[in-house]
């Protein structure tokens, strides 16, 4: 199993930018779908980004599309979530997942999670 460190979370204002790191160690996820979640407070979690092994295939949630933009490096064994234009509902736990197989949107199909990063984004 692939065992996940999400990095980067902070406070931030409104209209700002910040680059959330998903560091991947154990077995190589060079082969893994990778998905960053997130989670408001009373809110189920949500899916935010999707990319396939190869980048070629990247989806976002309607509400972050344009703003976030989905990267990974497989010989670093590395994914990030740059996000931009931050808006107040953007605040969450944000987490990466990562499993074998077709990206998709559905968190319950991920093998592999991290403990999640926080981001604030004040108004």
């Known amino acids: 199993q692939v065992q996940l460190v999400e990095s980067g979370g902070r406070l931030v204002q409104a209209g700002g930018s910040l680059t959330l790191s998903c560091a991947a160690s154990g077995r190589t996820f060079s082969r893994d779908a990778v998905g960053w979640f997130r989670q408001a407070p009373g809110k189920e979690r949500e899916f935010v980004a999707i990319?396939?092994?190869?980048?070629?295939?990247?989806y976002y949630t309607d509400s972050v599309r344009g703003r976030f933009t989905i990267t990974r490096n497989n010989a670093a064994n590395m994914a990030y979530l740059q996000m931009s234009r931050l808006k107040p509902e953007d605040t969450a736990v944000y987490y990466c997942a990562s499993g074998p197989g077709t990206p998709t949107t559905d968190a319950s199909l991920y093998e592999s999670w991290g403990q999640g990063t926080q981001v604030t984004v004040s108004s």
């Open positions: 990319i396939s092994w190869s980048s070629t295939f990247k």
